[in-house]
Antibody, heavy 117, light 110 residues
Framework: ELLLVESGGGLVQPGGSLRLSCVAS????????MNWVRQAPGKGLEWLSY????????YYADSVKGRFTISRDNAKNSLYLQMYSLRVEDTAVYYC??????????WGQGTLVTVSS | DIVLTQSPGTLSLSPGERATLSCRAS???????LAWYQQKPGQAPRLLIY???SRATGIPDRFSGSGSGTDFTLTISRLEPEDFAVYYC???????????FGQGTKLEIK
């Protein structure tokens, strides 16, 4: 079964840090570009970042550039999102998504990040 | 940056009716990188259409996509009760290497 499972969400104070993880199974993780997408409560989808299969290319949305870092460990079938300097407006469900020629054909169930004092 | 504008914001229809959802890009985009997703409450998005008109695996043929340039359409030929959800269009800009989502259309039962 194709599966992406996120973890690492929780409650963090403004200015704090958090590291999200996404573990893949059922497909050759090291062959795919991977993405992070978030959704604030009651809002639409916002793409955040992607990383190519070999980690050679990384891109970020302007809203998180300089604060978030995407990485992966192909040996562990894992994708990460390190988040620094978190703001109240970063509160959202964070999804990892598999990239299949620039559309997202497999999504995790999401992990909720709440930034609040 | 490319902006995707979806219309209408909310569409109220009855089961069995035809739904037409629009996605307009702020400039001409490649249809190869235009996709549609369905999202139900509490669930992750699900890929419906990619390359503007190709159905994803397991998607019923009542879902179809069309369009080119700046105007794209998702059509659901005969609505089933499980089709009432929020729909998003999505584009990847090869020149900017950035992904963009539309703001979504909520399809609700009339």
């Amino acid at each position: 079964e194709l599966l992406l499972v996120e973890s690492g969400g929780g409650l963090v104070q403004p200015g704090g840090s958090l590291r999200l993880s996404c573990v893949a199974s059922g497909f050759p993780f090291n062959s795919y570009t991977m993405n992070w997408v978030r959704q604030a409560p009651g809002k639409g989808l916002e793409w955040l970042s992607y990383i190519t299969s070999s980690s050679s290319t990384l891109y970020y949305a302007d809203s998180v550039k300089g604060r978030f870092t995407i990485s992966r460990d192909n040996a562990k079938n894992s994708l990460y999102l390190q988040m620094y300097s978190l703001r109240v407006e970063d509160t959202a469900v964070y999804y990892c998504a598999r990239d299949r020629t620039r559309h997202f054909d497999l999504w995790g169930q999401g992990t909720l990040v709440t930034v609040s004092s | 940056d490319i902006v995707l504008t979806q219309s209408p914001g909310t569409l109220s229809l009855s089961p069995g009716e035809r739904a037409t959802l629009s996605c307009r890009a702020s400039q001409s985009v490649s249809r190869s990188y235009l996709a549609w997703y369905q999202q139900k409450p509490g669930q992750a998005p699900r890929l419906l259409i990619y390359g503007a008109s190709s159905r994803a695996t397991g998607i019923p043929d009542r879902f179809s996509g069309s369009g080119s340039g700046t105007d794209f359409t998702l059509t659901i030929s005969r609505l089933e009760p499980e089709d009432f959800a929020v729909y998003y269009c999505h584009h990847y800009g090869s020149s900017s290497a950035m992904h963009t989502f539309g703001q979504g259309t909520k399809l609700e039962i009339k």
